[in-house]
């Protein structure tokens, strides 16, 4: 399932670099994603609307159990 998540993030963040941002995979804990947003996004104020209505919705399509977390710093 990790290497499936991966891939799905690599696709979500062409998006997120033509915004000047990015996203850094942290690890995978059982069903909990962790992810780092960077640049732009990470200091974004719609970051997190971003990490859940975006990324996590995306993620979901994978598993609907899939959530996400994020990482600061």
Do not use: N
């Not at 891939?7 to 942290?26: S, T």
């Not at 069903?31 to 996004?41: D, E, Q």
């Amino acid at each position: 399932m990790e290497d499936q998540v991966k891939a799905k993030l690599e696709e979500l963040r062409a998006g997120l670099q033509a915004d000047g941002g990015d996203l850094e995979f942290v690890k995978m804990d059982g069903k909990v994603v962790y992810l780092r947003l960077v640049g732009h996004c990470g200091s974004c104020p719609f970051a997190m609307m971003t990490l859940k209505q975006g990324i996590e919705a995306s993620l979901r399509e994978l598993d609907p159990e899939i959530t996400v977390e994020r990482v600061e710093g």
